[in-house]
């Protein structure tokens, strides 16, 4: 006799290595997460996005979401309070969906 179920998604998780300081004091310079494959699923405000960097295609940026934009681009921003210690939508404009990579999963690999 059937009871209910559990329904199984299949999520892709990717280790993230943060390098520099943008995400201070989030997370530090060496820090290793693990991110879940962006398949869009709902994105909110706050959410900490993995993007490719729309001005340098080799480049991957980790940055938090601020702002969804009327245009349906995300304006993605740094959490170190100095406003040159991070790279962000400040200075390369908002992204497209199609630039997320992944989304933080919460928690370091490393549980520091």
């Known amino acids: 006799m059937l009871h209910g179920f559990v329904r ?3 999520v892709t998780q990717i280790r993230v290595l943060i390098h520099g300081d943008s ?13 879940e494959q ?8 706050s959410d900490i996005i993995v993007a490719k960097h729309p001005l340098k295609p080799s480049v991957t940026v ?23 210690a991070s790279e962000d939508s400040h200075s390369f ?5 199609d ?6 999963a919460h928690s370091r690999i490393d549980n520091r």
């Open 8 to 10: 199984v998604e299949s």
């Open 93 to 97: 404009g908002p992204v497209h969906l």
């Open 23 to 35: 995400m201070w004091p989030t997370y530090v310079d060496g820090d290793e997460l693990l991110a």
């Open 99 to 104: 630039q997320i990579i992944a989304t933080i």
């Open 62 to 84: 980790v940055k938090r979401l601020r702002e969804f934009l009327p245009d349906g681009r995300l304006f993605l921003e740094g959490d170190n309070p100095d406003p040159t």
């Open 38 to 45: 962006y398949d869009s699923q709902p994105l909110e405000v």
